[in-house]
């Protein structure tokens, strides 16, 4: 005959009415930690999206590169951020319903919504005088705009960097690729 001390069990007491209580860890699924998921997921969509358009993409003539030729460079950059970005998550997936450790630091996040908002003006300012301005000076306030949004206090070398950039991009789309990109009012000088 043996003697065996009551266990204790949760939500009871050991028995001797001190009532202690055992921290039984939360049960974890395979997805616990891994929400992040879904943006692989939704970068997956796109890629197979892209993928299916680009090669049921009516192509006339035969030119070289073709026009299939950088949608299937951007499906295969795409497939691989999938991959890189799946690894990375099942590698070191967050602490899902866990609390963090002791050691780490939480830092606070929040939306910067001044630069998010002259982004988006930047962009939506490209959008309406592309047209009537042309490629090279739109993409130039564009690039502009977006770089004093992210912090930079340089103009005059900002506008020149600008309309640099533009000026290679419009001449290798002209020169390199034969494509037209639109000259606005400077239509007569390009």
């Given at each position: 005959?043996?003697?065996?001390?009551?266990?204790?069990?949760?939500?009871?007491?050991?028995?001797?009415?001190?009532?202690?209580?055992?921290?039984?860890?939360?049960?974890q699924?395979?997805?616990?930690?891994r929400?992040?998921?879904?943006?692989p997921?939704l970068?997956?969509?796109?890629?197979?999206?892209?993928?299916?358009?680009?090669a049921?993409?009516?192509?006339?003539?035969?030119?070289?590169?073709?026009?299939?030729?950088?949608?299937?460079?951007?499906c295969?950059?795409?497939y691989g951020?999938?991959?890189?970005?799946t690894?990375?998550?099942?590698?070191?997936?967050?602490?899902?319903?866990?609390?963090?450790?002791?050691e780490?630091?939480?830092?606070k996040?929040?939306?910067?919504?001044?630069?998010?908002?002259?982004?988006?003006?930047?962009?939506?300012?490209?959008?309406?005088?592309?047209?009537y301005?042309?490629?090279?000076?739109?993409?130039?306030?564009l690039?502009?705009?977006?770089?004093?949004a992210?912090?930079?206090?340089?103009a005059?070398?900002?506008?020149?960097?600008?309309?640099?950039f533009?000026?290679?991009?419009?001449?290798?789309f002209?020169?390199?690729?034969?494509?037209?990109?639109?000259?606005?009012?400077?239509?007569g000088?390009?």
């Open positions: 005959m043996s003697i065996q001390a009551p266990q204790a069990t949760e939500g009871t007491g050991t028995g001797n009415g001190t009532g202690t209580r055992r921290n039984a860890a939360p049960a699924n395979f997805f616990s930690g929400s992040e998921l879904i943006v997921a970068v997956l969509a796109l890629a197979v999206f892209l993928t299916w358009q680009t049921t993409m009516e192509v006339l003539g035969k030119s070289v590169p073709g026009p299939q030729f950088f949608p299937t460079i951007v295969v950059l795409l951020v999938v991959i890189a970005h690894i990375q998550i099942f590698r070191s997936p967050r602490g899902g319903a866990a609390a963090p450790a002791a780490e630091k939480q830092y996040t929040q939306s910067d919504w001044k630069t998010m908002g002259m982004v988006v003006a930047g962009v939506i300012g490209f959008i309406l005088i592309l047209p301005a042309g490629w090279i000076l739109s993409a130039a306030a690039f502009w705009v977006v770089a004093r992210l912090g930079s206090k340089k005059l070398f900002d506008v020149s960097i600008a309309l640099l533009s000026c290679v991009i419009q001449l290798a002209n020169a390199g690729l034969g494509l037209n990109l639109p000259a606005g009012f400077l239509e000088l390009l």
